[in-house]
């Protein structure tokens, strides 16, 4: 049994940071990828971005590439979501999300396991 948890939202003023994490249990991350996608009320889950376990390459959507840094550690099997620079429309639920396949997707569809999410605010 594979399980995420998320911790790190809160409410933030726009231009400032956070960063989530995502920790990982139940098997061995030594290959696979992971992500984190968002959801806003009203709104369909989107990527937000993905990193391989293995070589650690990564993907952002364009809306927060320059602004957001995903990056893992293996010993941990833990991921993070460094977040600047946040605007109000970055309000949202966001979700760490892991598959078993190497590839990285932008796809929802393609991940096997998601966690609880965690709430991030971002007031003007």
């Known amino acids: 049994q594979v399980q995420l948890v998320e911790s790190g939202g809160g409410l933030v003023q726009a231009g400032g940071s956070l960063r989530l994490s995502c920790a990982a249990s139940?098997?061995?991350?030594?290959?696979?990828?992971m992500g984190w996608f968002r959801q806003a009320p009203g709104k369909e889950r989107e990527f937000v971005a993905g990193i391989k376990w293995s070589g650690g390459s990564t993907y952002y959507a364009d809306s927060v590439k320059g602004r957001f840094t995903i990056s893992r550690d293996n010993a941990k099997s833990t991921v993070y979501l460094q977040m600047n620079s946040l605007k109000p429309e970055d309000t949202a639920v966001y979700y760490c999300?892991?598959?078993?396949?190497?590839?990285?997707?932008?796809?929802?569809?393609?991940?096997?396991?998601w966690g609880q999410g965690t709430q991030v605010t971002v007031s003007s």
């Open positions: 139940g098997r061995t991350f030594s290959s696979g990828a």
């Open positions: 999300a892991a598959r078993t396949g190497a590839l990285l997707y932008s796809d929802y569809a393609k991940y096997d396991y």
